[in-house]
């Protein structure tokens, strides 16, 4: 039986760490984007107090249900009713975990992104044209249109809330 040098016993340990990091990596964003799921859902639903119960407290100060229930519905009057979840993608931003949920509307394809804090609530909320790679001059909603009077006040506390990127 051969026995590793000390240099092959410490190049395995390695890659073991990084497997298991990578490992853990993928648990934790298939974790996130199944919260963000459950948020976007619910503002789906229209169950926009139980929506305002996943946010933490940082953007419960700036929104309130009626907020998200706004800015769901000024989504909704520029794409069309929710049809489904496409990809989602996680990135980090400042520390701060940022799920890009694509998701077809009745008019198209629209980024839904959802910050969430290192306990997995909602830090912000906002949507964007879905950038493809086909086409990028598809009329999309986006979350910087102009919103109806009294929205562009929810809108604005909403996307506040998220990190900028």
Do not use: C
Request: glycine share 6%.
């Amino acid at each position: 039986m051969k026995v590793l040098s000390t240099a092959a016993r410490m190049g395995l340990a390695a890659v073991l760490v990084l497997a298991s990091s990578m490992a853990l990596r993928a648990q934790s964003n298939d974790l996130a984007v199944n919260k963000a799921k459950e948020f976007i859902q619910l503002l789906q639903k229209g169950d926009f107090d139980a929506a305002f119960q996943r946010v933490d407290s940082n953007l419960g100060f700036k929104a309130n249900p009626e907020t998200f229930r706004k800015y769901w519905q000024n989504l909704v009057s520029k794409a069309g009713n929710f049809v489904e979840f496409k990809d989602a993608k996680v990135e980090n931003q400042n520390g701060t975990m940022v799920v890009i949920q694509v998701a077809k509307f009745e008019r198209g394809h629209v980024d839904l992104k959802v910050a969430l804090d290192n306990s997995l609530r909602v830090a912000g909320f906002q949507y964007a044209n879905h950038e493809s790679a086909k086409s990028t001059a598809q009329a999309q909603p986006h979350a910087q249109a102009q919103p109806q009077q009294g929205e562009a006040q929810a809108a604005a506390a909403v996307a506040a809330a998220t990190p900028a990127g």
